[in-house]
């Protein structure tokens, strides 16, 4: 792994375009590549194993039949446009996963071209190509809100869609609303030889990560790192910093990755909040990121926990 990289999702290279937003002249739908998405999965198709977004290049009949387009910018040269197909029937295969974190299943819509698939973005992680993994996070991330977000937060009424799907007007009253990020502070616990990590409930099993939660009105990123640690674990921590950030469309978090210096080591965890929490030696954390402790296993590849973690064994911060 090369510790200089981004994390998963945040190398930028989808140039949104911004201005092509506004008007409809200028956005020509005949000139723009084609992504599907379906119930929250994207449409893939699979190169060597590895997942690549599927890119629709003209306007075929299948997507005339489609409303509600999301213009998301510019990648490798073609404007692209997202499509939400999840009224569809006809996709195939197994739907009982859908939302889950264990979604592995690969979904098909008999029109479509064989070997592509609808294929859950969280499951796909590990082996994610990161020139792909922005444009996917963005689409990922404006559909879940528009799929939430469908009525006004003042009055009630019905939102309709503008500026090719960037911001929803309230019919009746004229308020405006914008996609939501909503920031997460996650923190890399550090006492010691030893780290912090936590599993919440319902996780994969034996999974284990940083602690983490979400930013409160009023406080500061440093702020909410030290009151989480002390709620979720009892840990008191102090000299917080600001590692990285990424995007983390799932369904739209701004995850703000830090490190902290734990004051204590007794632990008592908030049950509400986690399963478990447990110091975990360098030596171990290293035995785990290798495969060699099935005891343990690490937040996921392409998780900013997971970049962290790697950090930190490596001596980098
Ligand atoms: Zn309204």
Same mark, same amino acid.
């Given at each position: 792994?090369?510790?200089?990289?981004?994390?998963?999702?945040?190398? @930028?290279?989808?140039?949104?375009?911004?201005?092509?937003?506004?008007?409809?002249?200028?956005?020509?739908?005949?000139?723009?590549?084609?992504?599907?998405?379906?119930?929250?999965?994207?449409?893939?198709?699979?190169?060597?194993?590895?997942?690549?977004?599927?890119?629709?290049?003209?306007? &075929?009949?299948? @997507?005339? /039949?489609?409303?509600?387009?999301?213009?998301?910018?510019?990648? =490798?040269?073609?404007?692209?446009?997202?499509?939400?197909?999840?009224? !569809?029937?006809?996709?195939?295969?197994?739907?009982?996963?859908?939302?889950?974190?264990?979604?592995?299943?690969?979904?098909?819509?008999?029109?479509?071209?064989? +070997?592509?698939?609808?294929?859950?973005?969280?499951?796909?992680?590990? @082996?994610?190509?990161?020139?792909?993994?922005?444009?996917?996070?963005?689409?990922?991330?404006?559909?879940?809100? *528009?799929?939430?977000?469908?009525?006004?937060?003042?009055?009630?009424?019905?939102?309709?869609?503008?500026?090719?799907?960037?911001?929803?007007?309230?019919?009746?009253? /004229?308020?405006?609303?914008?996609?939501?990020?909503?920031?997460?502070?996650?923190?890399?616990?550090?006492?010691?030889?030893?780290?912090?990590? +936590?599993?919440? *409930?319902?996780?994969?099993?034996?999974?284990?990560?940083?602690?983490?939660?979400?930013?409160?009105?009023?406080?500061?990123?440093?702020?909410?790192?030290?009151? =989480?640690?002390?709620?979720?674990?009892?840990?008191?921590?102090?000299?917080?910093?600001?590692?990285?950030?990424?995007?983390?469309?799932?369904?739209?978090?701004?995850?703000?990755?830090? &490190?902290?210096?734990?004051? /204590?080591?007794?632990?008592?965890?908030?049950?509400?909040?986690?399963?478990?929490? @447990?110091?975990? !030696?360098?030596?171990?954390?290293?035995?785990?990121?290798?495969?060699?402790?099935? !005891?343990?296993?690490?937040?996921?590849? +392409?998780?900013?926990?997971?970049?962290?973690?790697?950090?930190?064994?490596? +001596?980098?911060?």
């Amino acid at each position: 792994m090369d510790l200089d990289t981004l994390p998963l999702f945040s190398k @930028i290279n989808l140039k949104r375009k911004a201005h092509l937003r506004d008007s409809k002249r200028l956005l020509n739908l005949k000139d723009c590549c084609h992504l599907l998405i379906w119930r929250g999965k994207l449409l893939f198709r699979f190169n060597d194993g590895k997942p690549v977004p599927y890119l629709i290049e003209k306007r &075929t009949k299948f @997507i005339k /039949n489609l409303s509600n387009y999301i213009f998301l910018g510019e990648f =490798e040269n073609k404007n692209i446009v997202l499509w939400d197909m999840s009224h !569809s029937r006809e996709v195939l295969g197994n739907t009982d996963q859908i939302g889950s974190f264990n979604d592995r299943e690969k979904n098909y819509h008999p029109d479509l071209p064989k +070997g592509t698939y609808f294929c859950d973005l969280r499951n796909l992680l590990p @082996i994610l190509n990161t020139k792909y993994a922005n444009l996917c996070a963005t689409a990922k991330g404006i559909y879940e809100w *528009h799929k939430r977000v469908n009525f006004c937060q003042s009055c009630g009424g019905k939102l309709s869609s503008e500026k090719a799907g960037w911001e929803k007007v309230c019919e009746k009253c /004229n308020f405006k609303q914008f996609p939501r990020i909503d920031p997460v502070v996650i923190m890399l616990i550090i006492k010691g030889n030893d780290i912090l990590l +936590g599993r919440s *409930h319902g996780w994969p099993e034996k999974m284990y990560s940083c602690l983490a939660g979400f930013i409160e009105p009023g406080e500061t990123i440093e702020a909410a790192a030290e009151r =989480e640690a002390m709620e979720e674990s009892a840990i008191k921590i102090k000299n917080v910093k600001y590692i990285t950030s990424q995007p983390w469309p799932f369904p739209a978090s701004l995850m703000m990755g830090c &490190t902290g210096e734990a004051q /204590n080591r007794t632990i008592s965890i908030d049950k509400n909040e986690l399963e478990d929490a @447990i110091w975990v !030696s360098k030596e171990d954390v290293f035995r785990a990121l290798n495969g060699l402790d099935k !005891s343990i296993f690490m937040a996921r590849r +392409g998780a900013v926990a997971r970049y962290l973690i790697e950090k930190w064994v490596a +001596g980098l911060i």
